[in-house]
């Protein structure tokens, strides 16, 4: 429901809006795909480029590699440039994750570049919502700080009551 909610306050379909945002601890997130359809469709921007640089230039997997994904305004000068590098990936303990970072880490940072330069600038595109390819890498929030005190329940079974 919540999917369905927030995907009609950025213009989708209900169905588009399932397809599209996901819930990851409570919060409507957006799939990159999904963002990038937002920002480009808001009318708002000039541009948006990305560029891949790696260790040998050949654009494969390397210690040096790096995506820099840069986003430009209409109604301001200077372009939003943000960048993930493998560097950014180990550093944050990504690298060695099972799924998606180690199986297309190159797509895991441009989704990271990506989500900081829509972010940045075009919130007001996103409208809240941030970039789940990003948001699923966050550490979960723990069970025991949504836990429910019950220890003043009585443990004793219900006695029915004559009617």
Known sequence: ?????????VGYAPV????????????????GDGATALVQNSGKI??????????DDSGKWG????????????DQEEPYVRSFSFEDAKRARLTGKQGPWTDYPERQCYWR???????DGAA???MGLSVAEEVRDYELE????????TSSLDDA??????A
């Open 1 to 9: 429901l919540l999917a369905i909610c927030k995907g009609f306050e």
């Open 142 to 149: 723990s069970a025991r700080d949504h836990q429910t005190d």
């Open 46 to 55: 000039d541009w948006i480029k990305t560029t891949v640089e790696s260790k």
């Open 16 to 31: 588009t809006a399932v397809s599209t945002i996901m819930v990851i601890n409570n919060k409507a997130c957006i799939y």
């Open 124 to 126: 007001d595109a996103l």
């Open 157 to 162: 079974p219900a006695t029915p009551t004559a």
């Open 113 to 119: 570049a990506a989500s900081w330069a829509y972010r």
């Open 63 to 74: 210690e040096r590699y790096r995506v820099t994904v840069s986003l430009k305004r209409k």
